[in-house]
């Protein structure tokens, strides 16, 4: 496996969520939310607002349904290793919605 990228701190934040949107340009699987420099702080980050269902309310949802998030996590999680060479560094369920 190459060189995966590990990056923290001072600024790193944003270049690392600019260098996210940009892999993801083109997609219309995932959406990420609009970084807003001007309000944002070193302890505070400001996006824009996305419409979305917290991820757990899939689990009530069809089988194919869960099936599709599920491919496209998947998905999203091993081009982010074996393409992009950048991990989401925070995982957690918060971080992600779903439009069905």
């Known amino acids: 496996m190459g060189n995966c990228a ?3 701190g001072k600024g790193l934040r944003e270049q690392n969520f600019f260098d996210l949107v940009a892999l993801l340009e083109g997609t219309s699987t995932f959406a990420v939310p609009e970084f807003h420099q001007e309000w944002s702080t070193r302890e505070i980050l400001v996006m824009s607002y996305l419409d979305g269902q917290p991820i757990e309310t899939a689990a009530t949802a069809s089988q194919s349904k869960r099936d599709d998030i599920v491919q496209h ?7 982010e290793v ?9 995982p957690n369920f918060a971080n992600f919605q779903y439009n069905s």
């Open 82 to 90: 074996f393409e992009f060479n950048v991990i989401q560094s925070d």
């Open 6 to 8: 590990i990056t923290y």
């Open 73 to 79: 996590l998947i998905d999203l999680t091993l081009r």
